[in-house]
């Protein structure tokens, strides 16, 4: 699968989980809103669940699932004990909230079967790097569409028109790291300090070229960066972002890297912030040649690297 280098979009496994409860024994709740959790903000991926069962002969069935100013509603069709009775489709409609105020911003049909409406049914959303979007179902989970998710995250509810025995109630989440920042107070105050230091691998560093495995990656632009002493971090160098990206998501004078020393000359151990903020460790690694010309960046299980040249300190 493609990385915009370096964007990782692998299903990896969550590591912040909020909630997950599987009810062996159905917990009955009233009609109205029952609160599953909440999300933080900087979600990197998401995935939000509701399974229930509502009075199967009761009309006008509905229930929802609620991610911050995001709701989707199943309106399930009414059961019938005619062994011919034909299930209509069910209508889906997604709306944002705010306030007092409604938007709907789509209605959708999805064909159920005759256990689908009588017994337990799921609302679920499925968020990752990419796209968040929204499946409903019985027996099987059926796609509906792609909905937003909003990456500041806010309360996740459910709600139900009648009495309800719920099976499931889910709001797991994995969150991107906070952004780190070079303690600058401006860009002109970092190449300031760059020209004016006499540290050998404190430098600017221009895109040079790539080699890149098409199949397992893709270059997120032709970056120009600073390598600066960590503050923080003895012995080690901060990567920091000046231009050249090609979206909106790194902003200069973030800390997208750090070079950790080893014990061979010239050769750095590589932490790096992809494209959307998730850190990347281990089995990367970043050399300097021994005329301080050239940086290489490698990462070696996607078959990849790219070079930087030095730049004069007062460019």
């Known amino acids: 699968m493609k990385h915009a280098l370096l964007s990782l979009v692998l299903a990896l496994a969550f590591t912040a989980a909020a909630r997950d409860d599987w009810f ?22 998401a995935m939000l669940q509701v399974r229930a069962t509502l009075p199967r002969k009761a009309r006008g069935r509905a229930m929802s699932l609620r991610w911050g100013s995001v709701n989707a509603t199943l309106f399930i069709p009414d059961w019938s004990e005619d062994p011919l009775y034909l299930v ?13 105020s409604t938007r709907t911003l789509g209605n959708y049909s999805v064909r159920l079967s005759h256990a689908d409406i009588s017994g ?13 979007r929204l499946y409903v179902g019985g027996e099987y989970q059926q796609y509906v569409a792609a909905v937003p998710l909003d990456p500041a995250g806010g309360r996740v509810t459910a709600s139900f028109s009648h009495k309800a025995k719920i099976q499931r109630l889910s709001a797991e989440a994995r969150y991107l790291p906070v952004p780190e920042y070079a303690t600058f107070a401006s860009i002109d105050a970092l190449m300031a300090y760059l020209c004016s230091s006499a540290d050998i691998n404190e430098a600017v560093w221009d895109y040079l070229d790539r080699d890149i495995d098409p199949a397992l990656a893709s270059v997120g632009g032709r970056y120009r960066l600073a ?39 010239g050769t750095y151990v590589l932490d790096w912030y992809d494209a959307r903020g998730r850190l990347l460790t281990g089995d990367q690694d970043a050399q300097i040649t021994p005329d ?16 930087f040249s030095r730049s004069p300190k007062n460019k």
């Open 24 to 45: 062996d024994k159905p917990l009955e709740a009233p009609a109205g809103t029952v609160e599953v959790d909440s999300l933080g903000c900087n979600i990197d991926r």
């Open 88 to 100: 209509p489709e069910a209508a889906v409609r997604v709306d944002t909230l705010a306030g007092d």
């Open 120 to 132: 337990p049914i799921s609302i679920k959303v499925v968020a990752d790097g990419h796209s968040a």
């Open 227 to 265: 390598t600066v002493k960590s503050p923080s971090r003895p012995g080690t160098y901060d990567i920091v972002y000046l231009s050249g990206a090609d979206t909106s998501r790194r902003e200069p004078g973030r800390i997208i890297g750090h070079l950790s020393p080893t014990i061979f000359i």
């Open 292 to 307: 301080h010309a050239i940086l290489t960046l490698r990462w070696p299980l996607l078959r990849s690297q790219l070079r």
